[in-house]
């Protein structure tokens, strides 16, 4: 592995912290990080009152860079996660559910954009 690509990965996973002291701040409790199954990965599940909340960490060096980041194909995948992740805790299965993203840029505060997609019903 590159260093280029460790740093990278190191860069990530503060960025995933970062987001979940945001969200713990904001009163959500934390049901799991990185998670990845076959079908895609979600940065972070979380839960606050009668609300599941899947979210998309992007770190970039502007605001902008890291919402563009999150594009169809990866919304997708995420989406495709979320239903195995409540297919695997049916407790879980009648909470409202919403896709939130945070977006994370040096010297600036995270961003948290709630309900930042809707999931592509066919």
């Not at 280029?4 to 990965?9: E, F, K, N, T, V």
């Not at 969200?23 to 599940?45: C, F, N, S, T, W």
């Not at 409202?96 to 505060?109: E, H």
Request: net charge positive; glycine share 8%.
């Amino acid at each position: 592995m590159t260093a280029r690509r460790r740093w990278a990965q190191r860069w990530g996973r503060h960025a995933e912290s970062l987001g979940a002291c945001l969200l713990q701040m904001k009163g959500y409790r934390i049901l799991a990080r990185g998670y990845r199954v076959p079908v895609g990965e979600i940065d972070l599940i979380a839960r606050r009152g009668g609300t599941l909340v899947f979210v998309e960490i992007k770190a970039r060096a502007e605001y902008a860079d890291a919402a563009a980041a999150i594009g169809l194909r990866q919304r997708a995948r995420i989406e495709r996660a979320a239903s195995l992740f409540l297919a695997q805790n049916p407790r879980l299965a009648g909470l409202a559910m919403r896709y939130d993203a945070i977006f994370i840029a040096p010297w600036r505060l995270p961003r948290h954009l709630p309900d930042a997609w809707r999931e592509a019903r066919p």
